[in-house]
């Protein structure tokens, strides 16, 4: 009995043994099929390579002029690219997608953000031309509103005092010599305007024969004031800034444009501007000018658009979308945003032909709407990896490895 029962263990062990080694063979031939499906093949076709002497980091698959400075393109070196092999199971495994590079119009629009500013040719400042005293002031703090003619504040000057007695002077002998003294008298009311009289004043000094001690200013336009530098009794000089008046009838927007999309600008494009918090879209303007510089942070640009605000309804500091259209470019050659790889030097894609998928060099150009416009490197009617472009990618460059390298990675 015991004879049997050892029979039959050892029996039991061996079937186990026998069956755990085909598991592993198993498991070992379907790793190696799965390797094998995607299999490396370095195509020794060489593409040519051409680049601008002063300017290398212009380069083109074809002889040609630079688009910098003109001179004929060297030829560098001869590039070779490697290609992968993968079946169509292991296609839809790694849900690789394609489309085609077709000939498509490309509207050139730039989506950005806007700040609302002053219109600074709607700025307008109060000196006086006279040092003196503030005697009386009507405008009492920052942000108050004011109409063309407001009275602003009034104010005593020892030498515009001494300017009217000597207008009433000259009136005076004028009036008994006649145009004799006219010349005197046009001299006179000649330095009352230098002063800062206004026609209003002097017209005012002529009919009541009497030195005013205190001498108003007015507001030149409506708005609201922006800066208030002025206090009852001050003592105040020409140089001092004492009020500032900023008309809001029209406001500027300043808008951010990247330095990619640069070449789309120019002025009197067409803009819309929205207004979320007033539920209002679409507003219609233009491009009004474009700022020379960049800034080198962002590296964008601003330009600035007038819109007229007679409701004031846009309010400095608010931020608020804005769509610039730059017109069209038609019938040129554009594949999709995501089929791009970005490089330092220069920009790459898969290209699809059959089962296997070739890496390529490619320059590219305005970009909109989801796709690039490609200036070389690919034909209408290629067909481009939209997804899983990064593994293929990967897979290309270990084929070029050396040998030694490649053969590093064992199973």
């Known amino acids: ?28 031939s379907t790793h190696q099929h799965a390797e094998n499906s995607l299999q490396h093949s370095v195509l020794p076709q060489a593409t040519a390579l051409y680049a601008c002497p002063m300017h290398p980091h212009i380069k083109r698959d074809a002889a040609g002029n630079c688009p910098i400075c003109g001179m004929d393109l060297l030829l560098q070196r001869q590039q070779t690219t490697g290609s992968v092999s993968v079946d169509g199971a292991m296609q839809q495994a790694l849900a690789i997608r ?52 407001d009275k602003l504040f009034s104010y005593y000057a020892p030498d515009l005092l001494v300017a009217q007695d000597d207008y009433l002077q000259a009136l005076s002998v004028s009036t008994q010599n006649g145009e004799r003294s006219s010349s005197l008298l046009n001299r006179a009311e000649t330095r009352l305007r230098l ?28 708005g609201v004031v922006t800066m208030l530098n002025v206090r009852d009794g001050m003592y105040i000089k020409p140089g001092d800034t004492l009020i500032e008046i900023t008309s809001l009838n029209r406001v500027w927007l300043l808008a951010d444009v990247p330095e990619v999309q640069q070449s789309w ?25 474009i700022y020379p510089a960049l800034d080198a942070q962002s590296r964008s640009s601003k330009v600035r658009l007038s819109v007229e605000n ?22 040129v050659l554009t594949i999709p945003r995501d089929a791009v790889l970005p490089g330092g030097n220069s920009n790459r894609v898969i290209v699809q032909t059959g089962d296997s998928f070739a890496v390529r060099q490619i ?9 690039v416009q490609v200036l070389s490197g690919l034909h209408e009617g290629e067909q481009v990896v939209v997804s899983g472009q990064f593994l293929l ?14 053969n590093s990675h064992q199973h």
Not at 269 to 283: F, H, K, R, T, Y
Not at 310 to 328: D, E, F, I, T
């Open 1 to 28: 009995m015991n004879k049997i029962y050892i029979l039959a263990l050892l029996l039991w062990q061996s079937v186990f043994t026998l069956s755990a080694q085909q598991t592993d063979i198993g498991e070992h």
């Open 98 to 149: 394609t489309e085609t590079a077709a000939k498509r119009t490309l509207w050139r629009f730039i989506q950005t953000f806007a700040q609302v500013t002053y219109a600074e040719d709607a700025i307008h400042h109060n000196h006086i031309r006279a040092e003196g005293w503030i005697e009386q002031l009507f405008v009492r703090s920052l942000g108050q509103r004011v109409k063309a003619g």
């Open 195 to 222: 002063l800062g009289l206004s026609d209003k004043d002097i017209n005012q000094l002529k009919q009541s024969r009497q030195s005013q001690y205190q001498i108003s200013v007015y507001a030149h336009q409506d």
């Open 265 to 289: 600008l120019f002025e009197g494009m067409s803009a819309e501007v929205d207004i979320p918090s007033q539920q209002l879209s679409g507003i219609e303007t233009e491009v009004d000018y």
């Open 310 to 331: 007679s409701k004031q309804l846009l309010k400095p500091n608010m931020l608020l979308p804005v769509r610039l259209y730059g017109g069209a470019l038609k019938d």
């Open 363 to 371: 320059s590219t150009g305005s970009s909109a709407q989801g796709y």
């Open 393 to 406: 990618d990967a897979e290309a460059s270990l084929s070029q490895l050396p040998p030694g390298n490649a």
